[in-house]
């Protein structure tokens, strides 16, 4: 008995639909099994007080940017001796920065959540005169 090509052409596309289906399911099985990463990406902001100059900020935002996990810091305003920065960070909340990371600022902790810091600077440490 001669079957025309045909016939035998969607006969053979149907079995590797039914085939790629199956794959595709159990990927999707194995996605579901498998609990999310507890390392993700959080965003949020950081007010800081006082801040004497746009010089300031920018060193604070440099500051900010070299603490591992940190992805990226944006100064988002900068007015009357307040800044706030937007932030992006890896495998951490925004309140759990280490504000002691900060290279060059004595900063006090005003306030912490999972999105937002408010932090104060404080007197600069006084330097050594060279002679």
Not at 25 to 34: F, K, R, S
Not at 92 to 103: E, P
Request: aromatic fraction near 2%; charged fraction near 25%.
């Amino acid at each position: 008995m001669d079957v025309p090509a045909r016939a035998a052409g969607p006969a053979r596309q149907n079995n590797e639909t039914v085939d790629q289906t199956d794959e595709t399911d159990g990927a999707a099985a194995q996605d579901a099994a498998e609990p999310p990463s507890p390392v993700g990406r959080a965003s949020g902001e950081i007010v800081v007080s006082p801040i004497n100059s746009f010089l300031q900020a920018t060193k604070l935002m440099a500051a900010l940017a070299r603490i591992k996990g940190v992805l990226s810091v944006k100064l988002r305003t900068y007015a009357g001796s307040k800044a706030v920065i937007d932030i992006v960070t890896e495998g951490r909340a925004v309140g759990d920065i280490d504000v002691s990371l900060i290279d060059g600022f004595q900063i006090d902790v005003e306030e912490s959540t999972d999105s937002r810091l408010s932090l104060k600077i404080g007197p600069a440490a006084p330097r050594p005169v060279a002679r």
